[in-house]
């Protein structure tokens, strides 16, 4: 059965930095990626970031240069480095992972970037 659990999440000031971690079991980091989406207030879940099973990772234009995507493959664990956070970064983030057919995601982690 597979399972996806964030934490991480917070309250951090503009500029701040947070990382974010995606437990995940039932599915090894050897054969699947995974990807970042985030969802704010009043708008539709968009993607953020990807990190493929074998290949570089890949982000949104408006992430670039600022998160990080990352994979602990020994604990099975992903990551989400977030640096220089912007108040529009603010949403509830989740990780996600498409397996035979089925999507699977986490519960989330709200992540607020306010003064």
């Known amino acids: 059965q597979v399972q996806l659990v964030e934490s991480g999440g917070g309250l951090v000031q503009p500029g701040g930095s947070l990382t974010l971690s995606c437990a995940r079991s039932?599915?090894?980091?050897?054969?699947?990626?995974i990807n970042w989406y985030r969802q704010a207030p009043g708008k539709q879940r968009e993607w953020v970031a990807a990190l493929p099973a074998a290949g570089p990772p890949n982000y949104t234009l408006s992430v670039k240069g600022r998160f990080t995507v990352s994979k602990d493959t020994a604990k099975n664990t992903g990551y989400l480095q977030m640096n220089s956070l912007k108040p529009e970064d603010t949403a509830i983030y989740y990780c996600?992972?498409?397996?035979?057919?089925?999507?699977?995601w986490g519960q989330g982690t709200q992540v607020t970037v306010s003064s």
């Open positions: 996600y992972v498409r397996l035979n057919n089925r999507d699977y």
């Open positions: 039932g599915i090894s980091f050897n054969t699947y990626g």
